[in-house]
Every structure is written in C-alpha cells, then in structure tokens.
C-alpha cells in the first residue's frame, strides 16, 4: 500500500524529492510552501494532479492531510522546528541537510522520534552512489589495513545570484555558510568513512570575497578519529570560475582510493595490496555522470526509508547520522572562532553562536 507523502518547501532542491517519491509510488497529499508559485510551479513540472492540495501553512498540512512520510526542504533554519511538529503530528521524516543548525535540536528531534516510533533520515543521498557504496564495502571488510588518513575537498562556485535568489543563505540564523551549505555532504562521507568517532578538531573560517553573506566562503580543517587516523576538510565556494569538483581521498596502509566528479560519483584511484580486482575495471564500472552536484542518490534514499517504515527498522541514513555531520561543522565554526583546537564530543552548539564573526 502507498504511503502517503508531502513536501514542506519547494524550493531548488524539491524537484529531486519529488521526482523521487513518484518513483518509489508515494501517494503525493500535499505541498506546502509559503510562496504560492513555487507549488504551482511544481505541480506542472511534475503533471500532478490540479487538485493537489497546496497550503502556505505546514500545521494545516498535517492537521488535514496526514501524511505518513514528508521531506522537510525548507530554509535549513527552520528544519528543527517543523520536524518536532510533523514528530508530534505522527509523521515519519527525510529532511534535507544539514538536519538543524543546533546539537540541541537535532538532539530533540532524535529524542522525539524515539518517543514516537517513527523514523527520521537525514537527507546525506551521497552516501547511495555506487561508487561510495563500493568504497564503503571496502572499509567494512578492512580491504584498507589501518585507516591513515582520509580527506574531503569542495572546490566550488557560488556567486552573489545564488545569494540573491533566496535571502536566507550564507546567514547564521537560516543557514551557515560554505561548510554548512554546500560541504557537509562530502563531511559526512568522511566522518561514516573514517570511523564516526571523532577527538579532536582545528579549524579555520574565513570570509574572502562574499562580503554579501554573513558566514564563511571558506574552512579548513584537520580532524583526529579516536581510531587514531586523521581527516583533512577543505571546503570553498571562491572557485574561478565555476564548480571545479568534490573529492574524497581515502588512504590506508593496504589501499589507496579517490572518489571525484560532480558529487564523489566517479572511482578515479583504486588500489589495494589484497589485488582483490581490477583497478582499471573498477574505474571503467564506477563512472556515473549526474547532471548536478545534487547526483542520484535521492531516489535509492527513499527507497529506503518507505521500507524502513514498512518493516520497522532504522533507515540506512539516520538522524544521529545527520547530527554527526552537522557536530562536525559547528566543531569546525567553534575552533575557527575561538582560535584553539575543540574536543568533541559537543553537547550545544549553534551555528547563532557564530554571529557577527566576518561582520566588516
């Protein structure tokens, strides 16, 4: 039986969750955005049905419709609340990353899906590309010997149009910058990949030429793992003059493995002391081209979550998956404020503890 399913927010990212929940046949009961036209926009984009129920109030959504499962794509600010309110209501979620600007409220979110029963995934749809999935088989079956080290690199581009088009971006209360924003996918896949356990972290922020936004353009940082590996984050959007690519390093002291392209969805590197396959093969098979950064892994993410709701087990992505990403973040913001190194792990933090930071 089709879950029924709805959408808060339907803005740039909610063609690719729409696209994804007809795929996997979701009964599609609602949009909601407060914007009137960017539902109408949707539903001729995708031939909905013209009585698709369209609300600019998500609590009247979930009063009227009760949906069983709802994306959460609004401004990253306002992920936090909406999710405790769709919780209460009985709905199941996939919010868009990062899960909540706060530790505190991730942390009531996975609170209350607990109390509830129901099942939050963060929306990491990276980690479903074939090409990550195969790294992943190795690091489970410890093709890698010990882990050394592993990095991530986000070289974008992101002009003063892109900040224009949506007032809340690169701001401290509704989003964050760089790192939040456009790195926290491949931040994640570093942080699953190297062992999730995380000591220590050194950053450093900075606001080189989008004097426009409030938050970073760029961050750096190095990462230890309580494994006693170490992880390397360098995440821009000063790139001239467009996207130049993603990146995700792994190196062990039995293999060495490079993930690139748009969105980490081609092997570029692919070497192992176990000679298990072939390195030229592997590349050959791995060699997805999406048409965005935003890749292809939304539709295999919901796949998976409807069975998780279907057979009452946690979802691949989970919410304490999404908090670990976002806890690395704002480890990286508080270290690059404070100027010293931050041991983690961090109980509070918000990305609001941050405002006025690059203020001219």
Not at 42 to 50: A, G, N, P, Q, V
Not at 120 to 129: D, I, K, T, Y
Not at 315 to 337: F, H
Request: hydrophobic content about 35%.
């Amino acid at each position: 039986m089709s879950l029924r399913y709805a959408i808060i927010g339907c803005g740039r990212i909610s063609p690719n969750h729409i696209a994804a929940a007809l795929e996997n046949g979701l009964e599609i009961v609602g949009l909601c955005d407060l914007l009137p036209e960017n539902m109408d926009d949707k539903i001729s984009k995708f031939d909905l049905l013209e009585s698709t129920p369209k609300y600019t109030n998500y609590k009247e959504l979930l009063e009227k419709e009760k949906p069983e499962l709802i994306a959460i794509c609004t401004e990253s600010g306002k992920h936090g609340q909406i999710a405790l309110d769709c919780l209460e209501a009985g709905s199941n979620l996939i919010i868009e990353k990062p899960i909540a600007l706060s530790l505190e409220e991730a942390d009531a979110i996975i609170a209350k899906a607990k109390e509830k029963n129901l099942k939050v995934s963060a929306c990491h749809q990276n980690r479903f590309n074939k090409s990550i999935q195969k790294i992943r088989q190795a690091v489970e079956d410890e093709r890698f010997g010990r882990l050394l080290h592993g990095t991530a690199h986000i070289r974008w581009n992101r002009g003063e149009d892109y900040y224009k088009q949506a007032l809340w971006r690169g701001t401290w209360e509704q989003d964050g910058g760089a790192l939040m924003n456009q790195c926290i996918h491949n931040i994640d896949l570093l942080r699953w990949m190297m062992g999730d356990e995380i000591v220590e972290v050194v950053g450093m922020t900075d606001n080189m030429k989008h004097h426009f936004i409030e938050a970073e353009d760029l961050g750096m940082a190095l990462i230890k793992f309580a494994s006693g590996s170490y992880g390397i984050v360098e995440g821009t959007t000063n790139i001239f003059p467009n996207n130049l690519e993603e990146t995700l390093y792994i190196f062990g002291d039995k293999g060495t493995v490079k993930a690139g392209g748009k969105s980490v969805n081609l092997i570029e590197e692919w070497n192992f002391a176990d000679t298990l396959d072939d390195p030229d093969e592997v590349k050959a098979t791995y060699q997805e081209n999406p048409p965005s950064v935003y890749g292809f892994g939304h539709k295999p993410l919901y796949a998976d979550v409807i069975d998780a709701i279907q057979n009452d087990r946690d979802p691949y992505v989970t919410a304490e998956d999404g908090r670990r990403a976002l806890e690395l973040v704002l480890a990286i913001y508080k270290s690059a404020a404070e100027g010293k190194s931050v041991k983690l792990p961090l109980e509070k933090c918000s990305t609001l503890d941050f405002k006025g930071r690059f203020d001219r």
